[in-house]
């Protein structure tokens, strides 16, 4: 990281599964004019290669290398694999449940920190996901834990997933989010938890339109 790159502002977004940062972090984005990292989408992204590649979830290194030559990018508000739109594909459960396993390994984790570095460009960036204010970016500016009741992120995922034309049950939702809250929270390496300095922001009832003023807000107030 140069000392240029240091002084552009960071708002890192951090919560569990389905808690509303994605739609949040992204409107903040948007406000701002700030770039925008959905870190979530790059495990997904190396979940969905490792499983069209029949990748043993045990073989930490080949997911490693898999993860460090992922040949992403991010065009507006889809996201390709090579030159395959694979924005839908990503957001299936089964991918999310992988990226999850996947998330937990410490080469898979390395094998991420440089891309995700290289989002920081002016004028700012919003970074959304586990570990942005803890891990990758410990220095940010401003620090979010977004997160909600498991019974309301269990309801939005459920909206979510119907909307976009996957069949979904609400109990398997419950099960799965409260599956995939303990195995982020548990692990050795970079766990869900806030940052020691971050404002914690519970949304399960609140909307959409209030969190992100909440943090605008923080943003506006806070000095780098
Ligand atoms: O946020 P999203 O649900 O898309 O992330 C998919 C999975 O990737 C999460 O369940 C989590 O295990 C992992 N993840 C992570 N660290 C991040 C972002 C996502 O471990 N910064």
Aim: proline residues 4%.
């Amino acid at each position: 990281m140069t000392v240029s790159t240091i002084t552009i502002p960071v708002i890192a977004i951090d919560g569990p599964t389905a808690s509303g940062k994605g739609t949040v972090a992204h409107r903040v984005a948007y406000q701002l004019g700030f770039h925008y990292l959905d870190s979530g989408a790059l495990y997904r992204l190396t979940a969905l290669s490792a499983q069209r590649r029949e990748i043993d979830i045990k073989d930490e290194h080949a997911l490693a290398k898999l993860a460090g030559a992922l040949p992403c990018s991010f065009v507006g508000e889809d996201i390709f694999l090579a030159h395959e739109n694979v924005s839908t594909l990503i957001r299936a459960e089964q991918i999310g449940n992988l990226a999850s396993k996947i998330a937990a390994l410490p080469a898979v984790r390395q094998a991420l920190y440089g891309l995700q570095l290289n989002f920081r460009k002016t004028p700012g960036l919003v970074a959304d996901g586990r570990d942005m204010g803890t891990v990758i970016f410990p220095h940010a500016k401003l620090k979010v834990f977004l997160t909600a009741s498991v019974f309301a992120r269990a309801e939005r995922r459920y909206k979510q997933l119907i909307e976009k034309g996957f069949s979904a049950s609400i109990e398997d939702i419950l099960a799965d989010l409260r599956e995939r809250d303990a195995r982020d929270a548990n692990r050795v390496i970079a766990p869900l938890k806030p940052a020691e300095d971050a404002h914690i922001l519970d949304t399960s009832n609140m909307n959409i339109e209030a969190a992100v003023e909440h943090v605008l807000r923080w943003h506006a107030e806070t000095k780098i």
